[in-house]
C-alpha cells in the first residue's frame, strides 16, 4: 500500500540524518518517550509498561515516558495503523518537536505483523511516517526493548556481530546427567525459576538452585536437602533470591519427592 502521507517540507529539511545525529548526541543522558498506540493487541503496551519498572529501570538509561508528544525526543509506535488512528498518529508526528525519533516495536509496527493485508489497516508504521528504529517481537521482551532504544541510541555499544564457525559437529550437545534421574525435574526447576523471576534473573536462580543440590550427597534425603537450601539461600545477599529458592524447593522439588516418599508438613520451608 502506498503512503498516503507526504511527510512537510519543513519537518522533512527538520530531519535529515546531520539533524537527528545531532539530536542523539544531544539527548543520549536523558530522553523523553512518548507511546503511540496505533491499534494494538496491547501486547507490546504491556511488554513496555513492564520495561519501565523497577525490574529493568530504564530511567538509569534516561529512558522517561512523557504524557505529551510536545515534550517527546523519541516517538515510539506500536501496532498496525488502523485506519481509525492513522489522523491520531499524525497529529502525534507532528506535535513531536524537531529533530525527532521514530521507533516501530513489535512484528506489527515493523511490518503490520499477520494484519499487514487486513482491510482495516494501513500496515506497518513505516507505510505512514518515517520510522529509525525497529524492535521487533510479538511482542518483544522488556530487555529486548531496553537494549534496542539503548543500542540505537548509541548508548550500549552492539556485541552482535556476524561470525562464521568452521570445522563445526553435526552432533546434538550432550546433556548433563539429571540429578534426580528424571531430566523433567531440571525443565521444571527451569521454568518456574523464570516464572518467578523472569528470563535473565531466572536463569541466576536456576544456576544458584542447581549448584546447592549439587552439594548435596543425597538427593533423596529431604532432611539433608532442606539443610543445604537453607545455608545457600541465608547467605544470598538478595532477599528475592533467599525467597525464590526456597519456593523452588518446596513447588518443584518437593513435588518430585512425593514419588519417592510421604512428605511431612515439617519438611516445608516457611514463607
Same mark, same amino acid.
Given at each position: 500500500?502506498?503512503?498516503?502521507?507526504?511527510?512537510? @517540507?519543513?519537518?522533512?529539511?527538520?530531519?535529515?540524518?546531520?539533524? &537527528?545525529? @545531532?539530536?542523539?548526541?544531544?539527548?543520549?543522558?536523558? /530522553?523523553?518517550?512518548?507511546?503511540?498506540?496505533? #491499534?494494538?493487541?496491547?501486547?507490546?503496551?504491556? =511488554?513496555?509498561?513492564?520495561?519501565?519498572?523497577?525490574?529493568?529501570?530504564?530511567?538509569?538509561?534516561?529512558?522517561? $515516558?512523557?504524557?505529551?508528544?510536545?515534550?517527546?525526543?523519541?516517538?515510539?509506535?506500536? #501496532?498496525?495503523?488502523?485506519?481509525?488512528?492513522?489522523?491520531?498518529?499524525? *497529529?502525534?508526528?507532528?506535535?513531536?518537536?524537531?529533530?525527532?525519533?521514530?521507533?516501530?516495536?513489535?512484528?506489527?509496527?515493523?511490518?503490520?505483523?499477520?494484519?499487514?493485508?487486513?482491510?482495516?489497516?494501513?500496515? #506497518?508504521?513505516?507505510?505512514?511516517?518515517?520510522?529509525?528504529?525497529?524492535?521487533?517481537?510479538? %511482542?518483544?521482551?522488556?530487555?529486548?526493548?531496553?537494549?534496542?532504544?539503548?543500542?540505537?541510541?548509541?548508548?550500549?555499544?552492539?556485541?552482535?556481530?556476524?561470525? =562464521?564457525?568452521?570445522?563445526?559437529?553435526? =552432533?546434538? %550437545?550432550?546433556?548433563?546427567?539429571?540429578? +534426580?534421574?528424571?531430566?523433567?525435574?531440571? *525443565?521444571?526447576?527451569?521454568? @518456574?525459576? &523464570? *516464572?518467578? +523471576?523472569?528470563?535473565? /534473573?531466572?536463569?541466576?536462580?536456576?544456576?544458584?538452585? +542447581?549448584?546447592?543440590?549439587?552439594?548435596?550427597?543425597?538427593?533423596?534425603?529431604?532432611?539433608?536437602? &532442606? &539443610?543445604?537450601?537453607?545455608?545457600?539461600?541465608?547467605? @544470598?545477599?538478595?532477599? *528475592?533470591?533467599?525467597?525464590?529458592?526456597?519456593?523452588?524447593?518446596?513447588?518443584?522439588? $518437593?513435588?518430585?519427592?512425593?514419588? /519417592?516418599?510421604?512428605?511431612?508438613? #515439617?519438611?516445608? /520451608?516457611?514463607?
Amino acid at each position: 500500500m502506498n503512503k498516503t502521507y507526504v511527510v512537510p @517540507e519543513d519537518i522533512k529539511e527538520a530531519n535529515n540524518l546531520e539533524a &537527528k545525529l @545531532e539530536h542523539l548526541k544531544n539527548i543520549k543522558q536523558s /530522553f523523553n518517550v512518548y507511546r503511540v498506540d496505533c #491499534g494494538s493487541c496491547n501486547g507490546c503496551e504491556i =511488554e513496555i509498561f513492564a520495561a519501565i519498572t523497577p525490574m529493568w529501570d530504564p530511567e538509569r538509561l534516561g529512558f522517561k $515516558l512523557v504524557a505529551s508528544p510536545r515534550h517527546a525526543d523519541i516517538l515510539i509506535c506500536s #501496532g498496525p495503523v488502523t485506519r481509525q488512528m492513522y489522523y491520531p498518529l499524525l *497529529r502525534a508526528y507532528e506535535a513531536t518537536p524537531d529533530p525527532k525519533v521514530v521507533v516501530a516495536i513489535g512484528a506489527c509496527g515493523s511490518s503490520g505483523g499477520i494484519f499487514h493485508d487486513a482491510y482495516s489497516v494501513w500496515g #506497518g508504521i513505516d507505510k505512514v511516517i518515517p520510522v529509525d528504529v525497529y524492535i521487533p517481537g510479538c %511482542p518483544p521482551h522488556p530487555a529486548t526493548i531496553v537494549h534496542g532504544l539503548a543500542s540505537a541510541l548509541g548508548i550500549l555499544e552492539q556485541k552482535l556481530e556476524y561470525k =562464521e564457525h568452521k570445522d563445526g559437529s553435526v =552432533e546434538s %550437545p550432550l546433556l548433563e546427567e539429571s540429578l +534426580m534421574g528424571n531430566i523433567l525435574f531440571e *525443565r521444571d526447576v527451569l521454568a @518456574e525459576s &523464570k *516464572r518467578l +523471576m523472569s528470563y535473565y /534473573f531466572g536463569r541466576k536462580l536456576y544456576d544458584k538452585y +542447581m549448584n546447592a543440590l549439587k552439594k548435596v550427597k543425597d538427593i533423596k534425603n529431604i532432611q539433608e536437602v &532442606k &539443610k543445604v537450601i537453607e545455608i545457600y539461600s541465608a547467605e @544470598e545477599e538478595d532477599a *528475592r533470591y533467599e525467597e525464590c529458592m526456597r519456593r523452588l524447593h518446596n513447588s518443584v522439588y $518437593l513435588k518430585y519427592m512425593k514419588q /519417592f516418599t510421604i512428605i511431612n508438613d #515439617g519438611d516445608k /520451608f516457611k514463607i
